[in-house]
């Protein structure tokens, strides 16, 4: 993914660049702009802020269909301008999360029995991000030892896909008095995010709310075929990869990777320290105490 398929184009343009905050050009003012002409700071696009198309992206199947149906439901002009929504969403998320996304091994598709790297991939074609992301994403993998940018894209897709998928499962299970959001709920907090005065968001969802019988064949045909692909994770295994995300249980990451309200998260807490502090508990901590050789809580 780090291989760029040639030139630039601005990026005042797309209407993405203007819903989210893209960082400032520092240093010294460009010498020209992306045509060669002399930079004209008031008219020009920082080199920063500029699409950089993406010669080649390989994606598992299952993300080319959910980036397709995602592009579809909510509006998007492109799977590309999807793409970078999402990327948008992680660059926004708290510092807790992104570790959450990035450094945890979830291994969702492992269960296909296919060795690490041996998962076939597809190419999406036509794919741009704003250059300031690319550098973000290949941050993310030097920091975080990940293989390639273009598995940054991968994980990102998987995340966002297991909470959505996670939350539906959780939802079906609950009962009518809870208030667990549903996998449509988080898919839109996820898609509609930043997109208030988006006049397509709007129209996605009367289009929703009134298609036609073709249209909902599109969508469920789609919906049919990520569920039958071999790399597409049972509900069992989505919740297992999630909760394999524990780092704490007073951690807020917890909390996420569980997808609790912070109504549940209190109502645990309060039986966990419950239980912590019983007399038998302070017992088992310090028979582990002593056979440990350090102090522990």
């Not at 499962?169 to 009962?175: F, G, R």
């Amino acid at each position: 993914m780090s291989q760029f398929s040639g030139g630039a184009k601005p990026s005042r343009n797309e209407g993405d660049l203007a819903r989210w905050p893209a960082p400032k050009w520092k240093g010294a003012l460009p010498e020209t702009n992306e045509t060669g002409s002399p930079f004209n700071p008031h008219i020009d696009t920082y080199p920063n802020h500029l699409l950089v198309p993406i010669e080649s992206l390989p994606l598992m199947d299952v993300h080319k269909c959910w980036l397709l149906k995602m592009t579809v439901e909510w509006g998007f002009s492109s799977p590309s301008e999807t793409l970078r929504h999402l990327v948008f969403v992680t660059i926004s998320e708290s510092s807790n999360n992104k570790k959450l996304i990035f450094r945890i091994k979830r291994c969702l598709h492992c269960h296909v029995g296919a060795r690490k790297g041996d998962h076939g991939k597809v190419e999406i074609g036509g794919v741009e991000f704003y250059r300031f992301q690319v550098e973000w994403l290949e941050n993310v993998k030097e920091k975080c030892s990940i293989k390639s940018v273009d598995k940054c894209v991968r994980i990102i897709c998987d995340y966002y896909m297991s909470r959505i998928k996670a939350s539906q499962i959780e939802s079906e299970k609950s009962t009518a008095t809870t208030t667990t959001k549903t996998g449509v709920d988080i898919e839109s907090e996820i898609f509609t995010m930043k997109r208030k005065h988006d006049s397509r968001v709007k129209v996605a969802r009367l289009k929703l709310e009134g298609k036609t019988q073709d249209d909902n064949e599109v969508i469920q045909i789609l919906s049919d075929e990520i569920q039958s692909l071999p790399t597409s994770c049972t509900p069992e295994e989505t919740l297992a990869a999630i909760k394999k995300c524990q780092v704490g249980r007073a951690a807020a990451t917890f909390a996420e990777a569980n997808l609790e309200s912070p109504e549940e998260t209190s109502k645990r807490r309060e039986e966990e320290e419950k239980l912590e502090n019983t007399e038998e508990m302070k017992r088992m901590r310090e028979v582990i105490r002593k056979t440990l050789g350090s102090v522990m809580g």
